[in-house]
Structures are given as C-alpha cells and as structure tokens.
C-alpha cells in the first residue's frame, strides 16, 4: 500500500478481482471517530481506471511529476497524477502483450532525461524505453530455479536513474538499465526473504521467516538482524515518517500488523 497524505489517498490492491483502489483519507478518520456526518455519506473509494487482475504497483515522483506504474497479467499501465481541478491519476501509456507477466513494477528516469519501466517476473528482470515502447530483458539469472521470485527494484540514489539493484530469490545484484554488471558484489540474505523493501535513503529490509535483516543498498553487506521470537511469514507494507509496517502472513486466518520505528540519527540509523 501506498500513503500520499498531502492528496489525502491511500493506495492499495483490493479485493477478489485485485482491483486497484484509492481510499480517502478523511473517510477512513471518520470510520474511526465519526466525527463528520457529510463525510460519511460520500463514496469512500474509487477504483483508478477500470483496472482488474493487478499484480503491483508502484508510485514514483519525479521533479514535479508524479506516476502510478501498474502491473496487470499481461500488461503495464502508466498513470500521470493530474492536478486541480482534475485530482486523480490520468491515463498516460500502455503496454501490452508482454511476453513475460509482470509481477513487480518500477520506474526510473535516466539522467534526468528519459523514461524506462523496470519489472520482474518469474524469468528475470525486463525494462521498456516508454518513449519508443521497445521491450528488452536487463538480468536473467542462468543459476537459479525456475519460476523465479522477484522481490525488489531498487533504482540507487547515487546511479543518476540507471543503477540498479535487483533483488530476487535470496540475493540482489547490481546492474545498469541494460543489463551490464555494474559491481561485483552480490547482495546475500541470510534466510529466503517472503518480503524485500527499500527504506530510503541506505537500507534495504528483508522479512525472513526467523529474522528481519537489514542491510546497506549501495554494498549489500549486513548492518543489523532482528530475531523473531517465533518463525513468521512476513509482509512489508509501506513505510512513513520514521516507522515500517508490515504485516504477518496467514493463510485463510487474520492477520496482525507490525512497525518498527526507524532512527534517524546520522550515527545510528535503527
């Protein structure tokens, strides 16, 4: 899920058809403290386009603009945020026929210039130039089983929009928009991960059964462990302000939801 406070949306993938909605945030208040009648009658969600069967989504702002990135079952659409009057996200491009389904979604801008999609599948990882709508694979591991997990993309501060880190499986590497290897270094957890998120500016997280590990994006290296007190399938849902939620993984049962509350001290990051 997503939180954009300043527009007074969540975003999220609901339902038995994944269907992608935003919620308002002023309704969700009231369902909690029902302290405004015209709230509660106006219509508390909206579904963005007429979009069925998402896989994921992801925003990105860059400068100014601000895209909604989503993936379908065969597909990748891309929405601009339209301001006052309009409010909404706006139809911008699509993708469609994708040879490979697009299970994980991304997009950077290269030198401040030009537009790629990123995405995971369970072959690799794959990128289209937006602008020409040409498709081309960037990383397909040779040494991993099939169908491959696609847990994060990771577009690094320092790359200037072309650097990449790419987790899938139980590792990350590091790669460029066209799949040249820019280091040698291999990021490894520890555990399979169920979940991987980048907490921006320097870590990444990933939710193992037994412990979440954090570690550094640009090296990959281990800069601290949290032990479960016992084993957890683990979810990261969205991150704000100076805390991380997530959630447990159950099948068929409820779940509970966690945070963790990040410190932001220059000397000591958690």
Known sequence: MDL?????????ISGKKNKLRIYFLSWLRNKILHDDPEVEKRQGWTSVGDLEGCTHYKVVKFERMRFLVVGRRSSI?????AQKPYHKFMAYKEFSDLKHKPLL???????????????????????????????????????SGSPLIPQTIVVLPSGRGWQLLLCYDDEGVY????????????????????????????????????????????????????????????????????KVFFASVRAGRS???????????????W
């Open 175 to 242: 790669v460029d928009t066209y799949g040249r290897a820019r280091r040698d270094t291999v990021l490894q957890w520890g555990e399979a991960p169920t979940s991987v998120a980048y907490i921006k500016p320097q870590h990444v997280l990933g939710w193992g059964e037994k412990a979440i590990e954090i570690r550094a994006v640009e090296s990959g290296q281990l800069e601290g462990v949290f032990l479960h007190k016992r084993s957890k399938r683990l979810k990261f849902l969205c991150e704000h302000k100076d």
């Open 255 to 269: 779940s509970q939801v966690y945070f963790m509350t990040l410190n932001r001290n220059p000397e000591s990051n």
């Open 4 to 12: 954009l406070e300043a527009n007074n949306l969540l975003l999220t």
């Open 105 to 143: 979604v991304d997009m950077t801008m290269e030198e401040g210039q030009r537009f790629k999609v990123i995405y995971g599948s369970t072959e690799g990882f794959h990128a289209i130039d937006v602008e020409s709508g040409s498709c081309y694979n960037i990383y397909l591991p040779t040494h």
């Open 77 to 81: 659409e891309i929405y601009a945020w």
